[in-house]
Nanobody, 114 residues
Framework: VQLVESGGGLVQPGGSLRLSCEAS????????MGWYRQAPGKQRELVAT???????NYADFVKGRFTISRDNAKNTVNLQMNSLKPEDTAVYYC?????????WGQGTQVTVSA
């Protein structure tokens, strides 16, 4: 199983980034997909999830700014991040979950700084 994230980088406050995660080795359409993040010295936290049938859930701190989407034909899940804030700086991880099974990507760094 591989989850490969891309799209991270350095952006100014108020800017946008789009993260992508491509999955292989799983039957993607059956999995709930999610994005989590971990800032230095903090625990990993949920950012957004999308179920196998497209239902979405967001952490309060990203509602109205981030949008998660999935493309089952391409085995990808995306996270569109707008109105970024310095406190959004973290390593962002892709997750695939099905029952008790959970797979993680290696993470991609997002830095929001002037």
């Amino acid at each position: 199983v591989q989850l490969v994230e891309s799209g991270g980088g350095l952006v100014q406050p108020g800017g946008s980034l789009r993260l992508s995660c491509e999955a292989s080795g799983i039957i993607f359409k059956f999995y709930a997909m999610g994005w989590y993040r971990q800032a230095p010295g903090k625990q990993r936290e949920l950012v957004a999830t999308v179920t196998f049938d497209g239902s979405t859930n967001y952490a309060d701190f990203v509602k109205g700014r981030f949008t998660i989407s999935r493309d089952n034909a391409k085995n990808t899940v995306n996270l569109q991040m707008n109105s970024l804030k310095p406190e959004d700086t973290a390593v962002y991880y892709c997750n695939a979950a099905l029952g008790s099974v959970s797979h993680w990507g290696q993470g991609t760094q997002v830095t929001v700084s002037a």
